[in-house]
């Protein structure tokens, strides 16, 4: 059966008119149109680009919880009373979906609350499988955690908090994995990114050499800068020597034993 869920914002709006702020329905995500209010205060600012912001804030905050991000955004319909005021969103607008290019329809009418100045909608499709099963069109790649390792070696934990802008941070990161697997003495790397927004990363090394030779490659140093200055809203590094580790794989499923 499809999966088909709520998600809802808190928003008085839609607890009062019924409707939620995004509907999870398999591979797609729906998210109704959102407008400029903080649901944690129901407050709205008077500026429109303001306004865009905050609908981006908490569209990305729905698609977090329907484990996808603007990256997977296919469609973007804006809403506004004014004409005028789009342009003035344009930059904001273009750091969350610049690198996408989504289809995208802009129209001018009246919305429901005249301090609203912009309401956007978007649709997704999720890349992220649902329930952690294989992509439907990619079969032969299953979700499989890093093998454990004999130990000791080590595991280096990068949590992260992103910005909306994320120009160039796929290509950047598809090149990091490619650029650590010819560290010597590099283990694998498992990741995961909460409905909340926390990503998680784990890479993993047999020794403190090799760890060492990754933090300073030239490459890393670079793209942890650009992480500072653009991607990460907030970051942590970890550093743990690993002790004890083994596996567990079911019987029916074929896939490599698991870090435990």
């Not at 004409?83 to 001018?108: I, S």
């Not at 100045?117 to 955690?145: F, L, S, T």
């Amino acid at each position: 059966m499809t999966e088909r869920r709520a998600i809802l914002s808190g928003s008085a709006f839609e607890e009062q008119i019924g409707y939620a702020r995004a509907v999870v329905d398999g591979d797609w995500v729906h998210v109704s149109g959102t407008t400029g209010f903080d649901y944690a205060t129901m407050t709205i600012s008077d500026d429109v680009v303001e306004q865009a912001e905050q609908c981006l804030r908490n569209i990305e905050a729905a698609l977090a919880e329907a484990k996808c991000t603007f990256a997977d955004v296919v469609r973007v319909r804006y809403l506004l009373p004014d004409r005028e005021d789009f342009e003035p969103c344009w930059p904001v607008l273009r750091r969350c979906f610049g690198d996408v290019q989504p289809a995208a329809t802009m129209l001018v009418c009246g919305l429901a609350d005249p301090r609203m100045k912009i309401e956007i909608e978007v649709y997704a499709r999720r890349r992220i499988p649902p329930r952690g099963g294989a992509m439907r069109n990619q079969p032969e790649a299953p979700v499989v955690p890093v093998e454990a390792c004999e130990p000791p070696y080590y595991a280096a934990v990068f949590t992260t908090v992103r910005t909306q802008d994320q120009s160039d941070y796929s290509e950047t990161s598809a090149h990091l994995e490619d650029l650590v697997k010819d560290v010597p003495g590099y283990l694998g790397m498992d990741h995961a990114q909460t409905p909340g927004g926390l990503g998680i990363t784990v890479s993993y090394f047999r020794d403190a050499d090799a760890l060492t030779e990754w933090r300073t490659d030239t490459e890393h140093r670079a793209a942890q800068n650009r992480g500072r200055a653009q991607w990460y809203q907030t970051y942590t590094l970890h550093v743990a020597k690993v002790e004890r580790s083994h596996g567990f794989v079911r019987a029916d499923v074929q896939q490599s034993p698991t870090a435990g």
